[in-house]
């Protein structure tokens, strides 16, 4: 009994410290946040033009779908919100009709796949889509800028924003 408590205990310790792949900082009040290179926004404008969606389409519940697709009611997330993503999506193809789909944002994909995993597992158990996006998909400049310019890539550096992107 002891020998299986602490193989417990010794996995429970090992997901923790090393599924962590993530940068955090703090805001003024003490709020502990993701650090992320690029918007929420970004990703989704570069995938949901590429496939000729809707951005923002709002349901009767004045809920907003990331990106309404002829077949998708999609919702992206950083890999950090992995497990928000899928309520959201799932309550988007409430509204919608349409399947969920969730789109997970890997800034470092080596180190995020965990949580892309976590959803594609439960999306085959219930029924909705999952993929990832890449910063490839934002078409970086030389600089590391993405074209959109409501992004914080073109923000200045030390002027990280407290949002919960």
Known sequence: MFKKLLILIIIFWVSCFSANAFEYAYAPNGYKYVIHKHSESSYQHAWC???KGIEEYENKDKTRVD???E???VEFDFA???AESIGQ???YQLMTGKKALVVLILEEPEKEKVYYHRVKKLGKIHGFDVEYVTMDI?????NGKCPYFDCKCHRKENNHSSSSE
């Open 138 to 142: 934002l078409n970086l400049d030389e």
């Open 80 to 82: 950090n919100k992995w």
């Open 67 to 69: 990106c309404l697709t």
């Open 49 to 51: 033009s590429a496939h």
């Open 71 to 73: 077949y998708h009611a």
């Open 89 to 91: 999506a799932l309550h």
